[in-house]
């Protein structure tokens, strides 16, 4: 498997790209702000982009799907609550087929309502559902805390220790990180009740 994370824009974003090095395909995760820098390295890797996938459906994520389809041919990938155009919709559970690699989808709601992580072997795409060291926020049009508890606590926290955690920012002291050492060092994932969660969200 070929997986590079790319920083991209003036907001700390991370776009990926997730390759089949054998079949010649990938998929590009969010490539906003700088698709070209992204394609360049697509065919700098001999791979042909099969899928758009946006982790949501925020701009920063998505701005340069349109661009990115245009010149490759790509399928755009998005849950399907999104509102934006997409080709195939996806929900929880489905998985995306990048040559003989499977990307899953697991639905985490809570940043914005289509949102999605991502599980390919033993990396975790988090979007802007959790960062390194923090989560993403809830006070956004559509966002929703207690959503967003559900998400990290009955998702995120249930996968093994060992996953890595790749967000769709670099907000944190690094740019990624793994499930363990999100467990016991983000003070968002303290144990807490959905009410005190709720709470907590609010007052931060």
């Known amino acids: 498997m070929i997986f590079k994370q790319v920083p991209v824009g003036t907001f700390q974003n991370f776009a990926y790209i997730i390759g089949d090095e054998s079949a010649g395909v990938c998929a590009v995760v969010d490539p906003a702000w700088e698709p070209e820098k992204v394609l360049n390295l697509c065919d700098g890797l001999g791979l ?13 994520h998505v701005e340069g799907n349109d661009k990115v389809a245009k010149r490759t041919g790509a399928k755009i990938v998005m849950h399907e609550s999104s509102r934006l ?16 690699l ?19 072997d033993s990396r975790l795409l988090t979007g802007d559902t959790l960062f390194v060291g923090e989560c993403g926020r809830t006070d956004l049009p559509g966002s929703s805390p207690s959503q967003m508890y559900e998400s990290l606590f009955r998702k995120i926290l249930s996968l093994s220790d060992e996953i890595e955690v790749y967000p769709g920012h670099d907000y944190g002291q690094s740019p990624s ?5 999100e467990r016991k060092n983000n003070y968002v994932l303290r144990q807490r009740t959905k009410d005190e969660f709720v709470k907590f969200m609010g007052e931060s």
């Open 177 to 181: 990180s793994t499930i363990g050492h």
């Open 102 to 120: 499977k990307i899953k989808v697991i639905h985490t709601p809570g940043h914005c309502p289509d949102s999605i992580c991502l599980l390919v």
């Open 85 to 100: 155009r997409k080709d195939i919709l996806v929900k929880d559970g489905d998985e995306v087929t990048v040559g003989s």
């Open 48 to 60: 042909k982009v099969a899928y758009v996938i946006n982790t949501h459906s925020h701009p920063d």
